[in-house]
Structure formats: C-alpha cells, structure tokens
C-alpha cells in the first residue's frame, strides 16, 4: 500500500526503529475551521482540540460539509471519510438521520463522518454521480472505495463501514 512505502521510505529499512504506531500521526482536518491538524495517533481516542480554533476535532456528530469542505477533507485526512449523501425533501433520509448520528459517535475517531445535502451541494451528488438518496460512500486516501444506497439502522452502517474499511486496508 502507498501509505506504507512512503513511511519506510521516511524511516529508512532501521529493524531497532521503534513500532510506528507508538510514533505515528495522522493529519485531520478539523471540522469547523478546516484546518489541518498533525495528531498523534496514540491521542486519536482523546478530546483533541483544533490547534487553529480550539474547538473539538471530534464530537461524535457527523459534519455537514459543503463542496469546499468536503474537498479538504477528502484530499487531507488520513483517517477515511463516510458520507451519507441526502436532501431534506427525501422521507426516507430524514428517517435514517437519528441512526446516522448513532453511527457516528460510534465510527468516531476512527472515521470521520460526513453529511452532504444534495440541494445545497448539487455539484457533488453530480460528480459522484449521486443516482438515489440516502446513499452512503466511503472514501480512504481521497478516494472513494464504497458506496450504498438506501436507508440503513445504526448497526448496519457501523458494520458496513467497518467491513469494507477491513476489505480496503
Ligand atoms: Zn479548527
């Protein structure tokens, strides 16, 4: 995988180096300022403030984002990205609403959870090629590697998430 290579390429081939994943941080982009913020990932699991605005990095709340915040996100965190693309007119995304945030608190810090509002963000749902609402998309290294359209309860989309995050790592 690219991730690996570049941090042996860091790293050198040193087998005394101690286990990255003591070492390791991850950039996430903080929700509200959008932000890149460099976290150790051993603090990833802690109340961890945006360096730039102070505010929480996770709140255990999905994020609505439009395009511009949903592109930074895309492209900069290195933890995957779920986004349940929606629009307030659709009966059956408003249902799926309360499960979403349920999914969230429990996907959080490992993911981070996205809302995008077809109506407000229509250049999305036309560059993903957004067909039918809800439809969740998983995206990792700024790319999307799943997508499922449909309403889901709270354990199905925690259990589809990590599946699939299982079958791309
Ligand atoms: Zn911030």
Not at 127 to 154: C, K, Y
Request: positive net charge; charged residues 20%; proline residues 5%.
């Amino acid at each position: 995988m690219s991730l690996c290579l570049r941090a042996l390429d860091s790293k050198g081939l040193m087998t005394t180096a101690p286990s990255p994943s003591s070492t390791a941080s991850l950039h996430i982009v903080c929700p509200h300022c959008q932000t890149t913020n460099r976290v150790a990932k051993a603090d990833l699991g802690k109340a961890t403030d945006c360096g730039q605005c102070h505010k929480a990095l996770f709140s255990g709340q999905s994020v609505a984002m439009s395009e511009a915040a949903f592109d930074k996100h895309l492209l900069r965190d290195q933890i995957p990205l779920l986004v349940d693309f929606w629009a307030p007119w659709c009966g059956p995304c408003r249902q799926m609403a309360p499960a979403y945030e349920q999914a969230a608190q429990q996907l959080e810090p490992q993911v981070r959870v996205a809302k995008v509002n077809t109506e407000e963000a229509q250049n999305l749902g036309a560059r993903f090629n957004i067909r039918s609402i809800p439809t969740l998309a998983l995206f990792l290294n700024g790319r999307e590697v799943a997508r499922q359209a449909g309403a889901m309860g709270a354990a199905d989309i925690v259990r589809w998430t990590q599946s699939q995050l299982a079958q791309h790592r």
